[in-house]
């Protein structure tokens, strides 16, 4: 009875769609990126966030390249603090050891932490064993000394330079959650941080193919993670053709869905994965997007799906098709899909619509879920605008009504201050990312009414 009354009370929050207001409080450049030409760029791991809010202040993790270091280990991480003062550099890594940024992750009421992956191998060396890590810094004096945790595995981990982890955070818990790919076979390994600071190795997570790029949420012990495949294209067909036309040796493909979850990560393994979605058949394009899990245990899913892998693949093999972009919502309950709505696609030749490119949800103190998107917004007899919009997202099939977010510089890709790194629900909405200046990494604070 207990769970019937929550479910309506969760249903009746989502059924509320009013026209949101936001403000743009701040909008500036953190700091600046230099490419590392290591295959891994600042936003690389999409799936996890690089910026957490903590009370009035806001922390973001950045990567620095080494002049002259070379790859594939050739960064390092960058902790930045901003109060009311503005933002200021807390503390680098000493030594240029990493090559994928560093996820974040707060404690509402305690400190705040990296996962890192110092490469225990000389410069240059490249797919060389690594550490992963969890880094502890001192909120009140994130200037200070750090502490250094040792995650615990289980056996058979093979970790490098290629992590493909996910990081996550429980911050009214105090509880993390951290996950590393095996190199040699593509199996996810799992390590918990309980709220007493123990570590446990939790197994590992093995998806019908390999998966990555995951995203993760811990809340009350339960544990979410969905994935993309990840692996080179597996149709002799295409695969030859997109290497006649271009030449590039590079054809990861990324096309098939997954999900995971255990009630308990402390006393249960994950239920096998299962495929939530895939384009296989028509040489498509999944993005996993974001993951949010509600007061009642359900899993909030967001990707972005393309029919069509590009117009090169879809002139020749699905010819006279659209290429058109997908924003799909799912809401998973016990591992089986209960819901699914397309909150934007691209509009049909001569209609209005949002034509969306990236896209996270935000969740407000009363528990109601927004999506944030960067898209190109289209009149019916206008150009097509780019910027970001905000809207609420309920469980109708209705298309939300997207409002834009009066930005001078849009991103084009970013992170936000998620649940899923401990950040409070908020009516402040961080963004941190890249925009048309890509060399930049851009923060904006934005008050969502």
């Known amino acids: 009875m207990e769970n019937c009354l929550l479910l309506c009370a969760w249903i009746g929050a989502l059924s509320a769609n009013l026209d949101l207001q936001p403000r743009v409080e701040v909008e500036e450049v953190v700091t600046a990126y230099t490419p590392a030409n290591n295959g891994a760029g600042p936003m690389w791991c999409y799936g996890s966030t690089t910026i957490a809010r903590r009370g009035e202040e806001a922390f973001v993790s950045a990567i620095e390249t080494g002049k002259d270091v070379p790859p594939l280990c050739n960064t390092r991480w960058q902790l930045w603090c901003r109060t009311s003062a503005g933002w200021k550099l807390e503390q680098s890594e000493k030594e240029y050891r990493q090559r994928e940024p560093c996820p974040i992750g707060v404690f509402q ?110 809340r009350d012990r339960a544990a979410h993670v969905m994935a993309i495949g990840d692996i080179v294209e597996p149709k002799e067909e295409w695969r030859k053709y997109k290497f006649e036309k271009t030449g590039s040796q590079w054809d990861y493909v990324f096309r098939r869905l997954f999900y995971t979850y255990t009630p308990d990560i402390n006393s249960k393994p994950f239920i096998a994965p299962v495929e939530i979605d895939t384009v296989e058949e028509t040489c498509g394009h999944i993005t996993n997007l974001d993951l949010h899990i509600d007061e009642v245990g359900a899993a909030h899913v967001l990707y972005l799906r393309r029919p069509y892998q590009s117009e090169l693949v879809r002139d020749k093999f699905f010819p006279g098709k659209p290429l058109t972009a997908h924003l799909e919502y799912m809401i998973i309950r016990d591992g089986k899909i209960e819901a699914k709505t397309t909150p934007a696609e691209t509009p049909a030749k001569g209609r209005a619509g949002l034509t969306p490119s990236y896209a996270r949800f935000h969740v407000m103190p009363d528990g109601k879920l927004c999506i944030v998107v960067a898209g190109t917004m289209t009149g019916e007899a206008e150009a097509g605008t780019f910027g970001n919009y905000v809207a609420r997202i309920d469980r109708s099939e209705a298309k939300p009504t997207f409002v834009a977010v009066p930005l001078k510089h849009p ?38 009414k």
């Open 109 to 218: 009421n305690g400190p705040v932490f990296l996962s890192v992956n110092p490469s225990t191998q000389p410069p240059g060396t490249e797919y060389g064993p690594c550490r992963p890590l969890v880094l502890e810094f001192d909120p009140e004096n994130p200037a200070s000394p750090f502490r250094e945790h040792e995650p615990a595995w289980a056996e058979g981990t093979h970790f490098t330079d290629h992590s493909y982890r996910g990081f996550a955070a429980d911050g009214a818990r105090g509880e993390l959650l951290l996950l590393n790919i095996n190199a040699q076979t593509g199996a996810q390994f799992v390590s918990f941080r309980d709220r007493d600071g123990r570590w446990h190795a939790r197994g590992k997570i093995e998806f019908p193919i390999r998966s990555c790029y995951p995203q993760v949420a811990l």
């Open 411 to 448: 991103f084009h890709s970013f992170f936000t201050n998620t649940p899923r790194g401990g950040s409070e629900p908020s009516e402040l909405l961080d963004l941190f990312g890249t925009g048309s200046d890509s060399l930049n990494l851009r923060y904006a604070r934005v008050r969502v």
